[in-house]
């Protein structure tokens, strides 16, 4: 059994105040473990980036208790990277290296996602931009990463290869990922387990098959994946066996 890395328990946090509040996140209960990557899905405004940011200890709940393995080093993946005072994008990425870190590290990934060394980062798109920031947080080799929408503003091509990147990473070194995404296709290929969030609350969490198969009200069923909803009126129950009558397809049980 592997040993847990990350765990929220009943972490809360409401932002306002009495006249006008917004409850954020809503007792969520999350046990990650050692080498696993859990995508982090949900509708903009579900509270997927605040709890990564809980997670990575850049915010902090109001109640509820955070655990963080003591050893472990982690980096995190904001959305709009800050490059400062760098004049090179290689320089930039290495300002992510640590003591004893290897910098061919920082060469080979700015190859593999298509960058120049050289350039100036004010010169970047916003795509070259996230890989940029992708590159510095890969280059020491933590041991959790915490990424906020990574594959944003990358094309289709460079997301896939991006995507199986970071997989190989995660098989070959068993980094542990929290990846926070609106695409849950996206999750749905990378994740071992996919948290789905609405209103703050963590609705349903399990293996990406088990969710698309067996989702557990209608917000997932709509949010994962390609689904048909019919209505229909509960005929009868026994035990496990449900039949329900529904005017397009009969009796289905």
Known sequence: ????????????????????????????????????????????????????KIAA?????????????????????????????????????????????????????????????????????????RRAALARVLAPEPDILLLDEPMAALDRKLRESTQFELMDIQSELGTTFMVVTHDQDEAMTMADRMAVMDHGRLVQIGPPDVIYEAPVNRHVAEFVGDINILEGRVESVEGDLVSVATPLAGIVE
Do not use: C, W
């Not at 400062?84 to 060469?107: F, I, N, Q, W």
């Open 57 to 129: 200890g850049l915010a902090e709940a109001q109640s509820g208790e955070i655990f963080r393995h003591p050893s472990a080093t982690i980096r995190y993946l904001e959305q709009a990277p800050d490059f400062g005072a760098h004049k090179t994008v290689e320089a930039y990425a290495m300002s992510g290296l640590g003591p004893g870190d290897d910098p061919y590290r920082v060469t080979y990934l700015l190859e593999h996602l298509g960058l120049k060394g050289d350039e100036n980062p004010a010169n970047l798109s916003g795509g070259e931009a």
């Open 1 to 52: 059994m592997r040993n847990t890395i990350i765990e929220l328990k009943s972490a809360d946090l409401t932002l306002g105040n009495a006249a006008a509040s917004v409850h954020v996140l809503r007792s969520i209960d999350l046990k990650i473990a050692e080498g696993e990557a859990v995508g982090i899905v949900g509708p903009s405004g579900s509270g997927k980036s605040t709890l990564m």
